[in-house]
């Protein structure tokens, strides 16, 4: 909690799903926030039933009409409405590309020993390098980039590793000119059949700033896609 996606990240409370569905109906001050907004759900879901809830500013009725009793729907046919209506995605499908530029995902909850906004500007230069909408959001943990015309990617950039923002190239041998490059530490290169990858690990902001780096994916891609 306290909210969902990019509002989320902080314990707001700790216990078994009962301790948390009696705080739906705990009292509390006027002003005092819900502990939680999924306890009234929980509450009625540990109850067999879910109650449809009316809107928070209800309509005027008129005096003589009674107020409706909530209706008890079956369980199964309320997941099956909310699924319809909304599916169930994880927050990196919601979000997309700003997910990889979260501090979240990271494998045991580790952080990264490079600054997050290193993921952003890796993926700005490497779009601008390998030409609009070059860049695939199909992974919770890494982004591909296949230039227009592709059929394999390019580069991909793992964005989820603690120790490196890694950005790993594909392409031939004669592709890769180590002198060109900033000093950066440098993985492989790696020959895959007709295919050499080499993997650049970047760790600090300057490093996507590079003009060195700029013009070695420039002549990298150049020379993949002859």
Do not use: C
């Amino acid at each position: 909690g306290p909210g969902a996606g990019v509002e989320g990240g902080r314990i707001v409370f700790e216990g078994t799903p009962e301790d948390l569905a009696a705080t739906a109906s705990r009292k509390r001050g006027k002003n005092d926030p819900p502990v939680s907004l999924t306890a009234p759900f929980l509450a009625d879901a540990l109850n067999g039933t879910v109650t449809k809830r009316t809107p928070s500013k209800a309509v005027k009725k008129q005096d003589s009409a009674p107020e409706p009793t909530p209706e008890p729907i079956a369980m199964e046919e309320s997941e099956a409405e909310v699924a319809d209506a909304n599916g169930f995605t994880d927050p990196w499908q919601v979000l997309g590309r700003k997910w990889h530029s979260l501090g979240k995902g990271f494998p045991d909850g580790a952080k990264p020993n490079w600054p997050l906004e290193l993921a952003d500007a890796t993926l700005k230069l490497l779009e601008q390098v390998a030409g609009d909408n070059s860049l695939s959001f199909a992974s919770p943990t890494s982004v591909e980039v296949k230039p227009e015309g592709s059929q394999k990617p390019w580069a991909e950039v793992a964005t989820k590793t603690p120790e490196s923002l890694k950005v790993t190239l594909a392409g031939p041998s004669d592709a890769i000119d180590l002198a060109g490059l900033p000093k950066i530490r440098i993985d492989g290169p790696v020959e895959l059949g007709d295919y050499t990858m080499i993997t650049l690990n970047l760790t600090e902001a300057k490093h996507v700033r590079s003009r060195k780096l700029k013009s070695f994916l420039k002549s990298h891609l150049e020379r993949s896609t002859k």
